[in-house]
T-cell receptor, first 111, second 117 residues
């Protein structure tokens, strides 16, 4: 089983600050996905990264896939309270044709 | 329906009882997945259906857990003789293809929060 380790586990910052969260593995992944989950809801896909070194931007969110395709990062610029949630990274491998998830980073943006 | 629907949203049951959790996937999605999410953890894979058949049930923790999808649409996760350790949020996801394919998105329901007392 390929494991995905996310850090930090918890992060609480003030509105307007920047932050970076990480997703690391000892295994190579063909792709990685980032999901955001709000309380009482299921995870919602934010982005899929496929190519080593790839950078994708989604408004104030910047996602990067490591050159060796073993890690990924999510950077948020000028965080807003609406960014609060559980950020999960996931890659192929949970079950024969499923996804394996990291434990997530619990992010709280305080007004 | 627009998205994946799970019922009930909350279920409280006594230890030893039987429970059924239902998932209505997005129409036309052939792949359906069940995941379990414990407090503070990411979702853990339980079982995957492609159409009516269980293509992979390697994540089911033991034989008290069983799932069906008789007509290739709605799925039911069944738990017998529930234990307190079964308490978790049970998530269902559907997708147009299997999630091992690049750029295939998992569409999740809101989950069923199961509490065994």
């Amino acid at each position: 089983t390929q494991l995905l380790e996310q850090s930090p586990q918890f992060l609480s910052i003030q509105e307007g600050e920047n932050l970076t969260v990480y997703c690391n593995s000892s295994s190579v992944f063909s792709s990685l996905q980032w999901y955001r989950q709000e309380p009482g809801e299921g995870p919602v896909l934010l982005v899929t990264v496929v190519t080593g070194g790839e950078v994708k931007k989604l408004k104030r969110l910047t996602f990067q896939f490591g050159d060796a395709r073993k890690d990924s990062s999510l950077h948020i610029t000028a965080a807003q309270p609406g960014d609060t949630g559980l950020y999960l990274c996931a890659g192929p491998g949970g079950g024969a044709d499923g996804l394996t998830f990291g434990k997530g980073t619990h992010l709280i943006i305080q007004p | 329906g627009a998205g994946v629907s799970q019922t009930p949203s909350n279920k409280v049951t006594e230890k030893g009882k039987y429970v059924e959790l239902r998932c209505d996937p997005i129409s036309g999605h052939t792949a359906l997945y069940w995941y379990r999410q414990s407090l503070g953890q990411g979702p853990e894979f339980l079982i995957y259906f492609q159409g009516t058949g269980a293509a992979d049930d390697s994540g089911l923790p033991n034989d008290r857990f069983f799932a069906v999808r008789p007509e290739g649409s709605v799925s039911t996760l069944k738990i017998q003789r529930t234990e307190r350790g079964d308490s978790a949020v049970y998530l269902c996801a559907s997708s147009p293809g299997h999630l091992g394919q690049v750029n295939t998105e998992a569409f999740f329901g809101q989950g069923t929060r199961l509490t065994v007392v």
